[in-house]
């Protein structure tokens, strides 16, 4: 079951064709041979099932034993001696939960006997709510603190070496809420502010690993260990393995549920989904970055060829200044603590010199000589906010400069990471072609015209898909798909463009229309102002927007798609404006790009 695996004897009923373990329990594993041939990992648990939840006194024992092999003859047994380690939690529990004092040792064993205790805490529970004062010990310091009746975090919890009477470190909790901690040093003390005093908000959250997290960022300026945090971490850790010995038994919950208290700054639904982008494009980057970083083919090839020399470093600089920060956010993104942190202070901690800039120098040589790299798009990638929008841009930056690295060193590369990356770039052409058939399948209450531009583009996109696939030069194909990679997240872009153009239609004929007193007939009478800049966009421009699909080519698709926002904005814009002059010239203007060129719109290449 899960991790281990031995002899178990148990009570039980059965329910429902289920077996439910009720009563008395016992499951141990120890293996003499192994013991002696090289080392032994035994286990012993027992305890007792109320209908299928832990309740009354429970032992968990986990050792790792070796033995020198001598063996003594005690009455009418052998017995060997064994060194190791031996970890033993033992307490009761009450539906599933720790309930009054609960130990959790962990003895260093020579010749069988207890040579030196490693770890011990010593907690008081309710129901899994800890009380009272508690100790923490290992073999070098001591940690006791207190919690109030609900659980709470309160008062001063000290640490100290064993060795030593004075306090190395203390937190004063107030309700909860760390204000601070002390560091003592060669009788020399340092404060440290916490946490917020004076937030907007605050949430009570379980005293768990993502708190722990939570305390190595807030500390990460001032340069310190908390050795608090690092003990807490470590009987968390074993209270872990209790819990999931018991969830593989089916009884759940046991937990230290003790409580603390954060600032909260909650998350909106855009930053929710900015920092799942965030967290896409840095498992795409760190993959790549350790593709081309622990390429031993590479390694050879860099010494002696000067441009996988200078993209290798680039790779390094993009690995260490983007994504040792982005895998930090994410880390806080999975332990769910990017709440209970100020956005601007959380990035301030994450890039303390500054992001670094979408340019990116390194060494480009053996003889010191330096270089810069950018993709060809850097412009287009403005992340100097303090806000999740911008990480996901720097994010976005760092995937796209990897995949453009990988594809100038694919010659440099084995044929079998060519492969490789052969099947990882095919698999991405799948999805986003896929995505872009759900666009051009969804049409419906659409005019013809409109499917049929649809059409164009998928026809454009199959069109590039099968001349990929006749490709045979792995190099070439690999250059080749990453473009048709590019014009398929263009296509879908024009696709949804496209559908939006009826709902743009009538934003236009509203934002175009007056409600104008009739005296005549004593009501108020929509009536539409500056009809030839209205009539020029759904007659003369839409039906354009619509043909040019037409002839596109995956190198203009992204143009034509700028163009018709652009258009759009245009129209919008001129509502408030003087356009007696435009519209004398619009009267008699029926070509497409005479009337873009009187809007000042920026002409597509190719379809002019």
Known sequence: MGNYSGQAVYQYTISDLDTIFNGDFLWEQSNLETLVENEDASFRISGVFDQGIANGPWQFEFGEYQTNSRSQVVGYEYRVLVSGTQEKGEGRLSEGKPDGNWTYTINQIKDSEIQQILFKSDITYDKGVPQQNFQIENDSSVLVGRFLRDGLAHDEW?????????????????????????????????????????????????????????????????????????????????????????????????????????????????????????????????????????????????????????????????????????????SYQENDIVAYQEIPVMLQRLWPNGKPNTEITVTANESGEMRSFSLPSSEEFGYEGNDLLSVAALATYARMSLEYIKGSLASRLTN?????????????????????????????????????????????????????????????????????????????????????????????????????????????????????????????????????????????????NEQIIQTHKIILDLRNKDTRKLERKLRREKRPMEVLQLLQVTSTPKNQ
Request: proline content about 3%; aromatic content about 10%; charged content about 25%.
């Open 158 to 330: 000290s640490y100290y070496g064993t060795e030593r009477v004075e306090d190395m470190e203390d937190w004063f909790f107030d309700d909860g809420l760390l204000r601070n901690i002390r560091l003592t040093t060669d009788q020399v003390s340092k404060e440290i502010q916490v946490f917020d005093t004076n937030a907007p908000n605050y949430k009570t959250i379980p005293l768990h690993m993502g708190y722990i997290s939570l305390l190595e960022a807030v500390l990460q300026e001032q340069e310190v260990e908390s050795g608090i945090a690092s003990i807490l971490a470590q009987n968390l850790g074993y209270y872990q393995k209790i819990d999931n010995v018991l969830r593989q038994l089916g009884s759940d919950g046991f937990q230290m549920e003790a409580k603390v208290k954060v600032p909260f700054y909650p998350l909106d639904s855009l930053q929710t989904k900015t920092l799942e982008q965030i967290a896409s494009d840095y498992q795409v980057a760190a993959n790549l970055s350790r593709t081309i970083l622990r390429n031993s083919h590479l390694n050879i090839v860099k010494r002696t060829d000067p441009e996988a020399y200078f993209y290798y470093n680039v790779a390094q600089k993009i690995s260490s200044d983007f994504l040792e920060p982005l895998k930090a956010l994410v």
């Open 416 to 560: 079998e990471e060519q492969l490789q990356m052969l099947n990882g770039l095919e698999e991405e052409l799948i999805q986003l072609n896929n995505l872009l058939e759900r666009e051009v399948d969804s049409v419906s209450g659409f005019t013809m015209e409109y499917r049929n531009a649809l059409d164009n583009l998928q026809k454009l996109a199959d069109s590039s898909l099968t001349t990929y696939a006749d490709m045979k030069n792995p190099d070439e194909k690999l250059a080749y798909g990453n473009s048709v990679k590019t014009c398929l997240m263009a296509l879908t872009d024009l696709a949804q463009t496209l559908k939006n153009i009826p709902l743009q239609q009538e934003a236009i004929k509203k934002e175009y229309t007056n409600a104008v007193w009739n005296p005549f007939m004593a009501n108020v009478m929509a009536e539409q102002v500056k009809k030839r800049i209205t009539e020029s966009y759904e007659e003369v421009l839409t039906p354009y927007f619509l043909k040019a699909t037409s002839s596109l080519e995956c190198g203009n698709v992204k143009a034509l």
